[in-house]
């Protein structure tokens, strides 16, 4: 039985099986009503798909999601949240040595903070997510 959501947000990696027919498709993102893009995430999707071999093809299946979703994006509202996720990630985790992963775990803040702000759910695979406290985490 897939679990049914009003309002769904999504990191990137869900997003990425949504739109590569040979992974695993993340089912909760057919059965939510909305579907939430937080900015970051769909900085690394364009990110992805401009270095990609197939960047054209690539940017049109991301142009196709965004058109399915609503972009969120923080305002100073999301700040304190950012610096709790931050806190409690610290706790567990030291900041990743390499640019490209140092990036990531930023967005991942981002991510996080933007999802309790507004009070949604989390579509994805990272155990990064797990360790943010009263974060509705969902893996497929």
């Given at each position: 039985?897939?679990?049914?959501?009003?309002?769904?947000?999504f990191?990137?990696?869900?997003?990425i099986?949504?739109?590569?027919?040979?992974?695993?498709?993340?089912?909760?993102?057919?059965?939510?009503?909305?579907?939430i893009?937080?900015l970051?995430?769909?900085?690394?999707?364009?990110?992805?798909?401009?270095?990609?071999?197939?960047?054209?093809?690539?940017?049109a299946?991301?142009?196709a999601?965004?058109a399915?979703?609503?972009?969120?994006a923080p305002?100073?509202?999301?700040?304190?949240?950012?610096?709790?996720?931050?806190?409690?990630?610290?706790?567990?985790?030291?900041?990743?040595?390499?640019?490209?992963?140092?990036?990531?775990?930023?967005?991942d803040?981002?991510?996080?903070?933007?999802?309790?702000?507004h009070q949604?759910?989390?579509?994805?695979?990272?155990?990064?997510?797990?360790?943010?406290?009263?974060?509705?985490?969902?893996?497929?």
């Amino acid at each position: 039985m897939t679990l049914q959501f009003d309002r769904l947000a999504f990191d990137a990696n869900a997003a990425i099986d949504s739109l590569r027919p040979a992974r695993p498709f993340p089912l909760p993102l057919k059965a939510a009503r909305r579907l939430i893009m937080p900015l970051f995430v769909l900085a690394e999707l364009r990110l992805g798909a401009a270095r990609s071999r197939q960047s054209e093809e690539n940017a049109a299946q991301v142009d196709a999601l965004v058109a399915h979703c609503e972009v969120i994006a923080p305002d100073p509202d999301t700040i304190p949240l950012y610096i709790r996720v931050r806190n409690d990630l610290a706790k567990v985790r030291t900041v990743p040595q390499s640019l490209e992963k140092r990036e990531g775990f930023g967005h991942d803040i981002w991510i996080a903070a933007l999802c309790l702000q507004h009070q949604l759910p989390l579509l994805t695979n990272d155990s990064l997510f797990d360790q943010v406290s009263a974060l509705d985490v969902i893996h497929w």
